[in-house]
């Protein structure tokens, strides 16, 4: 591709920000913290897809761009190369996440019992209209029970691995610090195992959607339910100096387990995926997607490379939005390839061999 | 008698925070109120005299994860730290680290940890610790207590 330099638009460009910004109210600590305490779930989604946990700085990315979360993705992923990499901290187990939401569709009895959490799955959707004549929605308060919930569950899969149900295969285990880094490595398929959940925990939430829901409506090769999913914080463990592992505080995590219901071989196949912040859309549609790429399939939903190279939030959205850009030499040469190629048309049409062809002059335009 | 009340709970708070194991102690001060935390500090410095700051700044740690099917370690992301390492009289080392970009909040938590690392803490210190670490379990037995509420038997359904 070719582009042409923009010239002489400094003033133009100048004011086309600031007719962005004059939408918008001016950006202060307090409209950042405003957004961090309204919208948590918009402020999870944006870290997870940047793949950095920081809530204030989310909340300002998002604020700063308006509300646009590819952009305020952008800016996080930008600002996240201008931090070093300090630390790799102890790996987090399923085991060890603080649970507040734990529910299985597949399994009603589950070890631990289902906990609903945090949710809207079985409220009236109705818009509370009310709210803009002046009306105040408050929540009404929880009431506790006596006895709290354990902070942690135990892992459903597990139960499923004792009870035959689920293969006991177990990858090899790696250093910490060796373990493959998409962000360092670059993607190359077959994707490491490690590759592909990196991936789908920074993907773009609404493009795993598509994909993931493709899948779910047949065009993939699974059938998918949900065997585990749950909402909690993990402690970010780091190693002092003195040598003494600690936790550094917690993150909003989420997890899922998808669960084929056709069995192969005997036993379940499931699928995973996990990413920063509570984002159960994201989750499921990734460990579906996750549990459709362990088949053989045609289905380019179902495809590792399709399906990866397409759900990267800031690739695919920069590359949308690059055609914005100047292609002036490019199409130019199109127009051009057109042009010759209608000139060319009557002269073959004058020869009298054939009518002209519509398919044929494109071909010569693209050739 | 109140304040005879008030004494003996302060020293037996005193007592149960230094009987804290060190990573509890840490896992303690990266969590604890971030106002509390300064203030403790701060009443510190003048004992502890010279700081060197080895390190106050910002920076990344990768979150590995394990796949719960298969057991593949990954990497769920970053998680920006503010990290705060100090060394004090007699070359004791003070470390801090916290989630999030408060580099005050990490430089408070190196005070406090090379304070008791050089065995000058004060019963503060351990009170703080103590007390800090009761309000910690209540605030999760609450939150908790408020989630049980929602557990289901899925026959009702």
Redesign the interface.
């Known amino acids: 591709m070719a582009y042409a330099a923009t010239r002489g638009g400094e003033a133009a460009i100048g004011e086309a920000e600031r007719l962005f910004r004059e939408d918008l109210p001016s950006l202060t600590a307090e409209r950042v913290a405003m957004v961090r305490r309204t919208l948590p779930y918009l402020v999870d989604r944006a870290?997870?897809e940047a793949?950095?946990?920081?809530p204030?700085?989310a909340a300002l990315a998002i604020a700063q761009a308006g509300g646009d979360l590819y952009e305020a993705v952008l800016l996080l992923r930008a600002y996240?190369t201008t931090?070093?990499?300090?630390?790799?901290?102890?790996?987090?187990?399923?085991s060890d996440i603080?649970?507040?939401?734990r529910i299985s569709a597949a399994f009603?009895?589950i070890p631990g019992?289902?906990?609903?959490?945090?949710?809207l799955d079985y409220s009236h959707r109705l818009l509370k209209v009310g709210v803009l004549s002046g009306e105040t929605e408050a929540a009404d308060p929880?009431?506790?029970?006596?006895?709290?919930?354990?902070?942690t569950q135990p892992?459903l899969?597990d139960w499923q691995r004792e009870h035959g149900l689920?293969a006991d295969?177990?990858?090899e285990s790696?250093p910490?610090d060796e373990?493959?880094?998409?962000?360092r490595d670059g993607l190359l398929f077959p994707a490491p195992?490690?590759?592909?959940?990196?991936t789908l925990?920074?993907g773009d939430t609404g493009g795993m959607l598509a994909l993931g829901y493709a899948n779910m409506r047949g065009y993939g090769p699974t059938h998918p339910t949900v065997n585990?999913l749950r909402l909690g914080e993990?402690e970010?463990r780091?190693r002092?100096?003195?040598g003494?592992?600690?936790?550094?505080?917690?993150?909003r995590?989420s997890?899922a387990?998808m669960v084929s219901k056709a069995a192969s071989g005997g036993t379940l196949e499931?699928?995973?995926c996990?990413?920063?912040g509570w984002n159960e859309v994201k989750t499921i549609a990734g460990a579906t997607l996750d549990l459709s790429m362990h088949f053989e399939s045609d289905y380019p939903a179902a495809s590792e490379e399709f399906v990866l190279y397409h759900t990267e939030p800031t690739e695919a959205s920069g590359f949308c939005i690059h055609f914005k850009m100047p292609h002036y030499v490019t199409f130019q040469s199109s127009l051009d390839a057109l042009r010759g190629a209608n000139t060319d048309r009557p002269a073959k049409g004058r020869a009298g061999d054939a009518a002209p062809d519509p398919a044929k002059a494109v071909e010569e335009i693209v050739s | 008698m109140k304040g005879e009340d008030r004494a003996a709970t302060t020293s037996e708070r005193a007592v149960a925070g230094r009987n804290l194991s060190e990573p509890r102690k840490l896992d303690i001060l990266a969590r604890a109120e971030p106002d509390g935390l300064k203030s403790l500090a701060e009443s510190l410095l003048d004992d502890l005299g010279a700081v060197d700051v080895l390190s106050s700044r910002t920076g990344l740690a990768m979150v590995p994860r394990e796949d719960s099917v298969t057991g593949t370690l990954f990497h769920l992301g970053e998680v920006l730290i503010a990290e705060a390492h100090i060394r004090v009289a007699g070359g004791v080392e003070g470390y801090g680290a916290i989630v999030g970009r408060d580099l005050e909040r990490a430089m408070a938590m190196a005070v406090i940890d090379a304070a008791i690392a050089a065995d000058r803490a004060p019963e503060t210190v351990f009170a703080f610790l103590a007390a800090e670490a009761e309000r910690q379990a209540a605030d999760d037995a609450t939150r908790l207590a408020k989630v049980e509420a929602t557990r289901v038997e899925m026959e009702a359904f």
């Open positions: 870290m997870g793949s950095l946990y920081e204030d700085l996240r931090q070093p990499r300090l630390w790799t901290a102890e790996a987090v187990r399923h603080f649970t507040v939401r009603k009895d019992g289902q906990i609903l959490g945090p949710t929880v009431t506790p029970r006596p006895v709290p919930a354990p902070p892992a899969v689920v295969t177990r990858a790696v910490l373990i493959p880094d998409v962000t195992r490690a590759h592909r959940l990196q925990a920074r585990d993990a970010v780091l002092h100096p003195r003494t592992v600690f936790s550094a505080g917690r993150v995590v997890e387990e499931l699928g995973f996990a990413t920063f």
